[in-house]
């Protein structure tokens, strides 16, 4: 897709702002750091730009840190609604900044959905939830399953539950890959499109994996969940795929969650909703390429009625 030349790009940042439109919310970004313009391009790239005043669920900037520091140790802010959420952070590691940004913001406006702390993709008109805390390969498996080509990015860190339809809404945000995991998709997935690496933040090194075209094309598809997968990555483990009883899939989605005890009763239902009409499983794995294999069978299993919620 063509985008306007890197420095219009770095004026719309400067002034009116960037139009992101994501599918589950609409981002403005506003930046006065030019560094952060190639970062966010390559990105963000296959999502249509847009350069208009219109409505948007988040706006949000990166601005340099002002002062005698802008000199001495160069700083950037995350600012929304005109406060800093955050410390600043060093000025070279202005897009990992802006991620997280966006995140906190996206769970804290977005609250007409129900915001689980979940990876979601989608195969075969199925939708997979993967809620799971951080450490447990969640990350690493969204994108290994994503950049097989086999299944369709939702998000790497919400499953955007609406409390309507009981549908899935894709939020298909870049990936973010930290550390070791950088180094096995580069290298399992050669085609997919990483950005830059950002050395020694506050979670280590730090990359994004971009979505693709027919990802960004589906942005507005929103998908019926049918299983939640409780992943667990431990090094050297044989692969296990356990069912896991509805009670407890519930208890760990509460937990899961950025907003159950905000929404009360209707998150409460939206969960029972959800475990009750899913196949819920637990996945132990010590070998990426295996997990995804089990995953599509699933999948399958479920498509020819083998396996159906409760089993």
């Known amino acids: 897709m063509a985008v306007a030349p890197a420095p219009d790009i770095a004026r719309v940042l400067r002034e009116d702002g960037l139009v992101l439109d994501l599918g589950a919310a609409r981002f ?8 952060l313009v ?15 005043p219109g409505f948007c669920d988040v706006t949000a900037s990166v601005l340099r840190v ?19 959420p955050f410390e600043p952070f060093p000025a070279s590691v202005h897009l990992p900044l802006l991620e997280w940004g966006l995140n906190f913001s996206f769970t804290e406006r977005c609250t007409h959905y129900l915001l689980l702390h979940s990876g979601t993709v989608e195969r075969n008109g199925v939708g997979i939830v993967m809620p799971a805390v951080p450490g447990s390969g969640k990350s690493t498996l969204t994108a290994g399953m994503v950049g097989s080509g086999r299944f369709r990015l939702l998000s790497d860190e919400f499953g955007v ?28 997935f050669p085609n997919v499109a990483l950005g830059p690496v950002f050395h020694g933040t506050r979670k280590g090194d730090v990359a994004h994996m971009a979505a693709d075209q027919a990802t960004v094309a589906a942005i507005h ?29 519930f208890s760990k989605l509460t937990v899961n969650s950025f907003n159950y005890e905000l929404l009360g009763a209707a998150a409460f239902d939206a969960i029972h909703a959800l475990v009750r009409s899913c196949v819920c499983r637990r996945l132990v794995f010590g070998d990426l390429d295996q997990a995804i294999r089990a995953i599509e069978m699933l999948v399958d299993d479920i498509g020819a009625g083998r396996v159906s919620a409760g089993e």
């Open 28 to 35: 403005r970004v506003r930046s006065d750091v030019d560094e």
């Open 38 to 52: 190639a970062p966010l391009v390559s990105v963000y790239g296959c999502f249509p730009f847009e350069f208009s």
């Open 66 to 84: 002002r002062g005698l520091r802008r000199h001495l140790r160069p700083q950037v802010e995350f600012v929304v609604d005109g406060e800093s």
């Open 161 to 188: 539950l609406s409390l309507e339809t009981g549908l899935l809404k894709p939020l298909p945000r870049p990936i973010a890959l930290k550390n070791a995991s950088i180094d096995v998709i580069r290298s399992r």
């Open 221 to 249: 598809a929103a998908v019926r969940p049918g299983i939640v997968l409780f992943p667990k990555y431990q090094a050297g483990a044989a692969l296990s795929v356990e069912a896991i009883d509805p009670a407890q899939a």
